[in-house]
């Protein structure tokens, strides 16, 4: 694909022109990656056009009964699943940009007094779970500027939103916003092992998260340096541990070959097949960023995002996306230090505490106490200890205030790679017991009440047993 289709591209043309005749504007946008990745690109087109706006990166439920009240608000990654134009003037001007399945059709805005602009994929026969996000969506936009330096943030975007979970590249839409920043000579796309930490965990420790399969190194380095060494990688660099990125291409070869051949006896017959998926992907390198920083690698940068959205500091992120290279960073890395000591403190009392449970066809624990942000990043941590052929679930109460339940799941990728939609089965199975939920195949949640969990366990193994 090299072009968006023609009424897209129709579209952007009018959100320009709204933008262009308004003064007074508002963004709203999602609080993950991905959405302040498209706030930071919306401000920045705002920025750069001299308007005058505010931007708010708020949750899913603080769209419910929003007061309309700026000339032109605009919605990136989120909007078209929820009536965020409920309370809309006849004068009011609403753009939204969102790859969630929308809730209203292509001809919605013929039928309202005021000027509302919907831009979403899949008016268009287009796939917005993995061929564009919300960053990407907002990069079009200022494309359509004439800002094509924009463009490495939607990458950044797409990574963040797991774009290329299934092929473990960027497709579709994806691929054009890539183009781009490649073009423009922000962004390598590298061939590489598909290891988290390519800049800055050395490479033993990054080998010792491999959790997609429990191999002999994982969450155990001494193995890790011991492969290492079979394999004749050094170590070190000086005295420096080498990362992924370190690695030349007949290093990352043997390391390859071997990791594939670890898996291929350790998984069965019927996953074999995607073994090479699982140890390879296309990753990211931004070139203008210092090596050996977490900002040169997409994933790691997504990452420090989502610490930011977790710890309610969405403002850091934005300034960092928005280019801060010095007051933002120190920041960040105080809120990265305190986020890592949580998320270790509370893995070792899962652990220590025996907390994981096994009920037929899955794996589950109770995080009473931890908070609900982080439920997801800790149940995908802790796979490693459990059972990879089973999906973790974890529960935990939402807030103080409020006693019902988060559930968080995540899985292996190979569960994904074998067609098990994780995401609808948390929806369809949420809804059961009253609640709501989706999410990606391999990593999703769900909101349920309080007094809902043990029906909630059994009808998700249940629904397993039908769908396996
Ligand atoms: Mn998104």
Redesign the pocket.
Known sequence: MDNLPLKMQKSYKKAKEMIEASEDIKIYS?N?C??IS?GAILSTILDRQEKEHEIEIVSLDKLENLEIENELTLFS?LGSGQNVDELAKDSSKIIILD??PPLKNLDYSHNVAYDYLEINPHHHGIDGSHYV???GLSYFLAKEFGYHDLSWIGVL?AIG?MQNSMTGKLEGLNSIILNDSVKQGYVSSINDLSLYGRQTRPLFVALSYFSDVNLPITNNRTEAIALMKDLGIPRKIGDRSRTLSDLDGVEKGKLFSELVRMLSKEVPERYVKYVPKLVAADSYEFLMETDHTFLRDASEFSTAMNACTRNNREDIALKILKGDRIAALDELEIVSKEHRRYLAQNIHKIEEEDMIKNLGKIQYFDGNGIKSSVVGTIAGMILSYGDWRKPMIGFTQISEEDENLKVSLRCSRLLAYDGIHFGNIIRKVSKKVGGSGGGHSVACGAYIPHDKKEKFLTLFNEQLKMDI
């Open positions: 999602h993950d991905d959405g498209a990654d790859h969630h996000c919300g960053g975007s939103d």
